[in-house]
């Protein structure tokens, strides 16, 4: 019951998110990654995401930015890849043979330090959509306090072309999400997913283009 409808289904994603969050709780601590080990084994990854405004071909979209995002959230894009929950050619190839400490290792070079911090500066109009995203990406997309798990990327300054894409894929359950498909889906037009990519990439953030001299 309550499923037919969008509400049903985004309370039903919400509360899903809650038991998965309870269940990653009682795992414990994880190991640790050695951030100078990470940006040697990022080298060959450079190629693509170390390069300005770099495009994926058909679709053609920009390679997301990688700088500063969660290293919690890197670890499990990897994984998906890595799984096939997330179908990409090339992302499935670098990530089939990374070992957990290798993921590990990028992930923390790729943070670089302590985790992006949530703010409340908003650039321009909020769109009101963009209030169902604040619970867990905060109203600019640059998170929230809460320590969610699992982690939900930093949206804000992410390229418009990227989020668009990602959420095209989740809406069409290409990408598999239990909360993100819900989200997606009651999205109703292209013109809404749209306005949300573009809000959220326009936003203040710290995301950017990894280079291979940062340390
Ligand atoms: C040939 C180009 C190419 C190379 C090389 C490449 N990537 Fe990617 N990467 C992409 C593209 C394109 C995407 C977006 C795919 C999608 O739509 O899911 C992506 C997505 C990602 C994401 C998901 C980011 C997010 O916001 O969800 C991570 C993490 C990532 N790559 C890490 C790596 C790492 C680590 C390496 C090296 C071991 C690497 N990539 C090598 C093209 C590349
Ligand atoms: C209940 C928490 C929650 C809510 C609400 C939520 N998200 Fe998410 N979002 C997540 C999580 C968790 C992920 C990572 C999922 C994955 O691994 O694919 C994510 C991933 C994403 C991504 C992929 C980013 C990337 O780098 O690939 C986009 C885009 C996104 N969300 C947009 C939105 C938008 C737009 C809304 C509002 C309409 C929204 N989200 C609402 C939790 C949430």
Redesign the pocket.
Known sequence: MGFGSNRGR?AA??AL?CITAAAHAAQGEAARGDPARGQKKFYTCLGCHGVENYKNAYPSYRV?KLRH?HAA?LI??LN?YKNG??PHATMHAQAASMTDQDMLDIATYLQGGEPTKPTSSVAGVTPK??E??????GIN?SGVDAP?E??????AG?HAD??EQ??IS?RNGR???A??GA??A??KSDAD?QQ??AY?ASQPSPLATARHDQK
């Open positions: 985004l994603a919400v998110f997301p995002q959230y499990a894009a998906e929950e997330r959509q963009a169902t995203c604040a619970a867990c990406h997309g969610l699992p982690k939900p990327p930093v949206l992410q990227y989020l990602a959420l989740y990408r598999k999400n909360v993100m989200m997606a009651a999205l997913v949300l990519a959220f």
